[in-house]
């Protein structure tokens, strides 16, 4: 078991930067590649970004390229994602999930992943 929590989300202007947290604990950290992903009011969640277990390997989604880097602290359990210049557009929950083994090249798709957070709230004002 892997219990996720995330943080480091809220209110900001457009234009501003966040740095999303998320701890993990239970099973070895270092053992799970980790995502993150977002879901805006009415859509789909949408894969943003992800990590290999050991963070040589990182994977984007397209929207995500240029504005969003995901790395990891083995040594404190936690995953993070920053992210410049918000726009509205980036307004979401924003979730982090762990899959016990290695990134694959389907890190996009949900079910891959075991383990999800409860997610922060991303809200980007104009």
């Known amino acids: 078991q892997v219990q996720l929590v995330e943080s480091g989300g809220g209110l900001v202007q457009a234009g501003d930067s966040l740095r999303l947290s998320c701890a993990a604990s239970g099973r070895t950290f270092s053992s799970c590649s980790m995502g993150w992903f977002r879901q805006a009011p009415g859509k789909e969640r949408e894969p943003v970004a992800a990590i290999s277990r050991f963070g040589s390997i990182t994977k984007y989604a397209d929207s995500a390229k240029g504005r969003f880097t995901i790395s990891r602290d083995n040594a404190k359990n936690t995953v993070y994602l920053q992210v410049n210049s918000l726009k509205p557009e980036d307004t979401a929950v924003y979730y982090c999930?762990?899959?016990?083994?290695?990134?694959?090249?389907?890190?996009?798709?949900?079910?891959?992943?075991?383990?999800w957070g409860q997610g922060t709230q991303v809200t980007v004002s104009s």
């Open positions: 999930a762990a899959r016990n083994g290695p990134l694959l090249s389907i890190w996009t798709s949900l079910s891959e992943y075991e383990y």
